[in-house]
């Protein structure tokens, strides 16, 4: 168990359609990212959010938003929802420094139909 | 884009046998570390090993980099079963936010009884 949680674990939805993705980081831990995992994309970093702050943002679609609240849980906002959405979401959090160990969720499976 | 590119692809073994598997990376990189991902959960850290370090061992693990060859490989020695699983080599370098990480797309290990 990383310490990383993340909810729902599984969700079906319609193409056009929006959800949420929750990820409670672990305790202590002040920075939060999130990760989108395909098959033919493989890992790609999304976003990075620190103690409430965005900090570094990678290959997030305009469709997808997220934030950081001041207990420091963090939700993914993905919209208007595509087929090619379909994927293994990640949160992950580290105590935001370089070279420190990033620990992962077990994931959030999005299926869209 | 991927920074780290692991090799092989997929890999089948004799369980008791060692597993080696390589990455290659692209740009000058302060750490790197490898990740295991059983089918469909989440990342497990398994070592980090700094730019200034040439080998490092953790258990059955040996983790060797080459700043050089921008290079990195991981042995698993005496293999088991429960070793079958995803495998992802992850670096510092840009792309991964401010201090995360940039992912390969992996080395599938299979290791049969």
């Known amino acids: 168990d990383s310490g990383v949680t993340q909810t729902p674990k599984h969700l079906i939805t319609a193409t056009g359609q929006r959800v949420t993705l929750r990820c409670s980081p672990r305790s202590g831990d002040l920075s939060v990212y999130w990760y989108q995992q395909s098959l033919d994309q493989g890992l790609q970093f999304l976003i990075q959010?620190?103690?409430?702050?965005?900090?570094a943002k990678g290959n997030i679609l305009e469709r997808f938003s997220a934030q950081q609240f001041p207990d420091l849980h963090s939700e993914l906002n993905l919209s208007s929802l595509e087929l090619g959405d379909s994927a293994l979401y990640f949160c992950a959090s580290s105590v935001g420094q370089p070279g420190n160990t990033i620990y992962f969720g077990e994931g959030s499976w999005l299926t869209v139909v | 884009s991927q920074q780290g590119e692991e090799d092989p692809q997929a890999l089948s073994i004799q369980e008791g046998e060692n597993a080696t598997m390589n990455c290659s990376y692209k740009t000058s990189i302060n750490n790197l570390q490898w990740y295991r991902q059983n089918s469909g959960r989440g990342l497990v850290h398994l070592i980090l090993i700094r730019s200034n370090e040439r080998e490092k061992h953790s258990g059955r693990l040996r983790v060797t980099l080459d700043t050089s060859k921008k290079s990195s490989s991981l042995l698993i020695t005496a293999s088991r079963a429960a070793d079958t699983a995803s495998y992802f080599c992850a670096t510092d370098a840009p792309g991964g936010g401010a201090d995360g990480l940039t992912f390969g797309k992996g080395t599938h290990l299979i290791i049969q009884p």
């Open positions: 959010y620190y103690n409430g702050e965005e900090r």
